[in-house]
């Protein structure tokens, strides 16, 4: 399953956003060939950004901040003949911008690329596409949005916190084992309980519609809440643990689970008991159980 993508701001101004592209061009290209090319005042031949790849192929990035101006045809068709002026000779030119997806655009540069209308391949990085970049390469999401996630992070942890109490509430955690009559809906609750954890997301056992969904506890971006998870995570994989042990028993003993039952309560109970504490602290209600 993907990671829940985190919606980030453009940043506010040209500086700004040509550092991030800086560092969106390290991880996508060959790191050491990267350099911003020229400076405010030189003639820089419609490029900012210049970086090879592996193959060798010469790379050129123009910057476009759109908060003062669209990015439209008529610009992009103004910076690939500056572009064309550049040596050594482009492979590959790439207009960034802070602009959202456009199909206008997006036709505009497949029929320049289909038509081979200029020397090099065009390509537009809209802020979709950037935004995918820095949630997926770690290093970017530090080095440039390191401040707004840990904002991010404390404003989503009291929701994934109550997203968790959610997912929790509910018969297997809840409800006395020896009232538990299907144990594989037991066994299945468990299981998508670990993967809610994992990605933040819950899916009906029977519908698969989602029941509950947040982001993941590692965007959150609070080592102490993590280490919680994971504790969580722990506590889970050992009463699953457990379950599956004593279901190879069963054909032995086939009153295995219900002799296990104050064991499975009292398991689930600290469970819950420690779920409880962290909510309580967060003011959110506490989860009740029926053992």
Known sequence: MNQLQVFLPPPSNWQDFQDLIVEVARVRFL???VQEYGRLGQAQKGIDVYAQDHLDKHIGLQCKET????????IIDAEIIKAQQFSPALDLLIIATTARIDTKLQDHVINLNSHKAHPF???IWFWDDINRD????????TSSYESFREHFGQAELKN?????RLAFDRPAFTEDFLLERNYQNFESALVSIKAFLKVGVLHDNWSKTVLVQTIPSSMIGDQAYSKFITDIEKMVESIYQSFKRDQKKITSNP????ERAGDY???RRKLID???????ANAIDHIITQY
Not at 160 to 164: D, M, N, R, Y
Not at 255 to 258: A, N, V
């Open 31 to 33: 790191e050491s060939s």
């Open 67 to 74: 908060k003062k101006e669209s990015l439209t045809t008529t």
């Open 121 to 123: 391949r065009l390509q």
């Open 134 to 141: 820095i949630n997926r390469f770690q290093s970017v999401m």
């Open 160 to 164: 994934h916190l109550a997203a968790v």
């Open 255 to 258: 009153r295995q689970l219900d």
């Open 265 to 267: 309560n009292i398991s």
């Open 274 to 280: 420690k779920l409880n504490k962290r909510f309580a």
